[in-house]
């Protein structure tokens, strides 16, 4: 999905709603989030690549949202804000963007865990932490030819000694399988 705008904007969702397998790429035309999710409850974001946009996903006053196995880079400003909302984020990648992660309160975000964190400004910034289960790298080799963990940038594919095999959520049921190039 490819926008000017927003590539997704949910408002007053209440539904249990999954979205997952999804390429959304802002073309930051107006400085919009790519994804805007406000005033809403029960969704599952998973395995999507979201890429560039003022902000990558922006939730405002929102309930059990999830949000895990995805890539977010390419963001202007904020990969992620959450602001007023209770967000559960791990198993994700944040990178090259200007920040990581962003929360107004840290108490409303759940559990930022098993993410990784690489060549972005700031990884977190706000009322969040970070805890020694995510994985910080500013080396900025991600986007060369000594990549640790891909193989390319274009699917994502992992590297057979990537150091995020295995390095995900202990809980089965929370980890995702690569499916012929999709996210």
């Given at each position: 999905i490819t926008a000017n705008i927003y590539t997704m904007k949910m408002d007053g969702v209440s539904d249990t709603i999954q979205v997952y397998r999804n390429r959304l790429l802002s073309l930051n035309v107006t400085q919009e989030e790519n994804i805007l999710v406000k005033n809403a409850t029960d969704i599952v974001f998973r395995n999507?690549?979201?890429?560039?946009?003022?902000?990558?996903?922006?939730?405002?006053?929102?309930?059990?949202?999830?949000?895990?196995?995805?890539?977010?880079?390419?963001?202007?400003?904020?990969?992620?804000?959450?602001?007023?909302?209770?967000?559960?984020?791990?198993?994700?990648?944040?990178?090259?963007?200007?920040?990581?992660?962003?929360?107004?309160?840290?108490?409303?975000?759940?559990?930022?865990?098993?993410?990784?964190?690489?060549?972005?400004?700031?990884?977190?910034?706000?009322?969040?932490?970070?805890?020694?289960?995510?994985?910080?790298?500013?080396?900025?080799?991600?986007?060369?030819?000594?990549?640790?963990?891909?193989?390319?940038i274009k699917d994502y594919v992992l590297r057979d000694t990537s150091p995020l095999i295995d390095a995900g959520h202990p809980d089965e049921t929370q980890r995702d399988i690569y499916i012929s190039g999709n996210p």
């Open positions: 999507n690549i979201v890429a560039n946009g003022d902000n990558g996903l922006s939730f405002a006053t929102v309930g059990n949202i999830i949000f895990h196995n995805n890539i977010v880079t390419g963001v202007d400003n904020f990969a992620m804000s959450v602001a007023n909302g209770t967000v559960s984020i791990f198993n994700n990648v944040f990178y090259k963007c200007q920040v990581g992660i962003y929360t107004d309160n840290a108490g409303l975000v759940n559990t930022i865990k098993y993410n990784l964190f690489v060549d972005n400004i700031l990884n977190i910034t706000g009322a969040a932490v970070l805890d020694g289960t995510n994985t910080q790298d500013g080396n900025g080799y991600v986007w060369g030819i000594n990549d640790p963990y891909f193989v390319d």
